[in-house]
């Protein structure tokens, strides 16, 4: 899937750039962080098909296993960018 | 991610993942960032799944936007099957439709996403209409008003059954019974106006339908609402700005991404 960056940007505030959808950012968008999809990008595996595996280290540096420590219950998975900016 | 959890009183495992065995596996990263892009390469297309207890993803919440976010409130709906977080619907036999229309969530912070949740109670033997109707007929749908600032995002929808109608052998999309349309909808931060040293989003606009039943229709409907609700602030990291004018909980930001961005350039080597 070609992927393109959105780019539309506006003058705001002080120093500030605004993004298509008006948000507020020191980055002019298309650029560092703000670089987000234009039309079409990938999101990973279908509603209907089963959540792949995720084994990933744990805040408190214990070792999580998604589907076994999850124990047969419903579960909601978040993916963000980062805890610090 | 430790701190960050602390500062936040985040009650749910963070879990993170440094080689991006995660990320890749699943084909989320972002690869409009080029990897020498220092430390912003490396995340992912955020988003979220809802999985039910066999693993199978029931929902999945992906937005064009970084800033745009799915709400609580609308994961508590999804995993409990589109129940709420609101009060219980009345479900009083009604002799006309009648609409109820609440915005679900305290508040209406800048990228997170709340529904505007509207309840249909139906008579019964009578039914409501999804897109497309043809000319003439009105389907059950959430109109905004224009306001500046405030996004809308497509609206989520109960299941239709197919009716087809004697008269033009027409087939339409019908809602049976009662139901709720959930709006969902954020601003970019510069919706709303000062009232009494609060910033408050006004949200305007009407609630459309047609009530039928096997023999005839009604007459096309409209109901106006104005909903008020305070905007909220989002979580910052604790810099710049934000920091300075005490709007975050501090917590070490600025050493952390040090930290990440010499893990990156050393991973490089």
Known sequence: ?85 | MADFSAAHHITFPLLSDPDLVVIESFGILNTLIPPDDHPWYGIPFPGTYVIDDAGVITHKFFEHSLAVRVGPEQLIAAVRGNDFTLEPADTTPVEDVKVTIDIEGPDLPPGTQRDLVARFSVPHGQHLYDDPVPEGMVAASIELDDTPGLMAFETVKPDTRPLTLSGTGETLDVYDGDITLRQPITQNGTAGDQVDGQRVVTIRGEVRWQACDDMQCGLPQRQRFELLIPAGRITLPDMGPAAAKGHTEPMNGEKHLAQMVERRRKSEK
């Open chain 1, 1 to 85: 899937m070609e992927i393109e960056v959105e780019t539309t940007a506006n003058p705001g505030p002080g120093k500030l750039w605004l993004d298509i959808d008006g948000f507020a950012g020191p980055v002019k968008p298309g650029n560092g962080p703000r670089r987000d999809p234009k039309g079409e990008f990938p999101t990973g595996p279908d509603v209907g098909t089963p959540l792949p595996n995720i084994v990933a280290r744990h805040h408190n540096d214990s070792t999580v296993d998604l589907h076994r420590d999850r124990a047969g219950k419903p579960a909601v998975v978040v993916f963000f960018r980062s805890a610090v900016w």
